[in-house]
T-cell receptor, first 112, second 116 residues
Framework: DQQVKQNSPSLSVQEGRISILNCDYT??????FLWYKKYPAEGPTFLIS?????DKNEDGRFTVFLNKSAKHLSLHIVPSQPGDSAVYFC???????????FGTGTRLKVLA | GAGVSQSPRYKVAKRGQDVALRCDPI?????LFWYQQALGQGPEFLTY????????KSGLPSDRFFAERPEGSVSTLKIQRTQQEDSAVYLC??????????????FGSGTQLSVL
């Protein structure tokens, strides 16, 4: 029973274009969401987060959008760069709990 | 240290062997987590420590799995009588405060366990 789903296992984008990675969740009580990036043979590194009281958070080239009614969040990367090629995980949590629930990841490949 | 350190980086075990995986969190970090990541999957929660107290072990898959953090810093994840289904990357993560404050996690590079 996957509470956080990333339905696209992979995505290829041309350098300079926008990358859009999607994530759906089932538990409407989740109130904090994060995106992590993972390079091969390394641990995930934090990228950007958003609280459920917001619908958008921006940090440089990265923007996360949250649509609570649709239980959907997305990560936009503009412009995409070859160094962005990695696996991206979304994660969700409930305030006051200890667990982040991770999706299965989307492998992004940015083509030069 | 500069980041979360895990050792060994790779571990090959024969089925039935006991293994111990070590995690050195970032100095001073209160919270420590263990996650299990199977091939092609996202990390799955195993257990959570706040200082030396293990507050949640609901993700440990069986009583063969045991974790400790006796002095509130270094943690060890022990797997007894390993089985092939235990093969995965075991990730340790730490955060400065308690997760109730919606802290981001700092992950180590993981230990890749292969059980033959």
């Amino acid at each position: 029973d996957q509470q956080v789903k990333q339905n696209s296992p992979s995505l290829s984008v041309q350098e300079g274009r926008i990358s859009i990675l999607n994530c759906d969740y089932t538990n409407s009580m989740f109130d904090y969401f994060l995106w992590y990036k993972k390079y091969p043979a390394e641990g995930p590194t934090f990228l950007i987060s958003i609280s459920s009281i917001k619908d958008k958070n921006e940090d440089g080239r990265f923007t996360v959008f949250l649509n609570k009614s649709a239980k959907h969040l997305s990560l936009h990367i503009v412009p995409s760069q070859p160094g962005d090629s990695a696996v991206y995980f979304c994660a969700a949590s409930l305030s006051g709990t200890y667990k982040y629930i991770f999706g299965t990841g989307t492998r992004l490949k940015v083509l030069a | 240290g500069a980041g979360v350190s895990q050792s060994p980086r790779y571990k090959v075990a024969k089925r039935g062997q006991d293994v111990a995986l070590r995690c050195d969190p970032i100095s001073g970090h209160v919270s420590l987590f263990w996650y299990q990541q199977a091939l092609g999957q996202g990390p799955e929660f195993l257990t959570y420590f706040q200082n030396e107290a293990q507050l949640d072990k609901s993700g440990l898959p069986s009583d063969r799995f045991f974790a400790e953090r006796p002095e509130g810093s270094v943690s060890t994840l022990k797997i007894q009588r390993t089985q092939q289904e235990d093969s995965a990357v075991y990730l340790c993560a730490s955060s400065p405060r308690t997760l109730a404050l919606n802290e981001k996690l700092f992950f180590g590079s993981g230990t890749q366990l292969s059980v033959l």
